[in-house]
């Protein structure tokens, strides 16, 4: 079985942005290495990393596109749970998050907020997903099979 085991940010500044991840969210720093070209942060499960733009750049050679607040973000988010969404989205954006969406509930029981981190990446802030609705979902794919009566 495949696991995530992390995800890589290709960022400006690898100090710098850990700084603003361990100021915003609490995450605890894992290390940077020496050059300020790679780090990692303690954040659960997944490992959440970050590379220079030049260190990216030695790794694929038909290059990619930067992340930056001058354009619209792209169309993928880090998810960070919490119990009380308003709380770390007024904090993030206090650290220098930029907002994107004050905190709103969603049909599935979720609230959820977004934000920008200085490097223009999304952020989505959110409470754990309901466990009721999760079975409601599950009940409701099983309910469009129909079962032959057991004998």
């Not at 659960?44 to 694929?60: E, H």
């Not at 954006?93 to 609230?111: D, L, R, V, W, Y």
Request: hydrophobic residues 40%; proline residues 5%; glycine residues 6%.
């Amino acid at each position: 079985m495949a696991t995530l085991s992390y995800t890589i940010l290709y960022v400006q500044d690898v100090t710098k942005t850990i700084q603003f991840y361990e100021k915003a969210f609490g995450f605890k720093r894992k290390f940077i290495a020496p050059g300020n070209s790679y780090g990692e942060l303690n954040t659960g499960n997944t490992t959440l990393s970050f590379a220079s733009i030049d260190l990216a750049k030695t790794n694929l050679k038909d290059g990619f596109i930067e992340s930056s607040l001058t354009n619209k973000p792209f169309a993928i988010e880090i998810g960070i749970t919490t119990d009380n969404v308003q709380e770390m989205y007024d904090h993030a954006i206090k650290s220098g998050a930029i907002a994107e969406m004050p905190a709103k509930n969603k049909p599935q029981g979720q609230i959820v907020a977004y934000v920008r981190d200085p490097d223009g990446f999304l952020i989505e802030i959110c409470t754990p997903m309901d466990q009721f609705f999760q079975w409601k979902i599950v009940f409701n794919e099983l309910r469009k099979f129909r079962f032959a009566p057991l004998i």
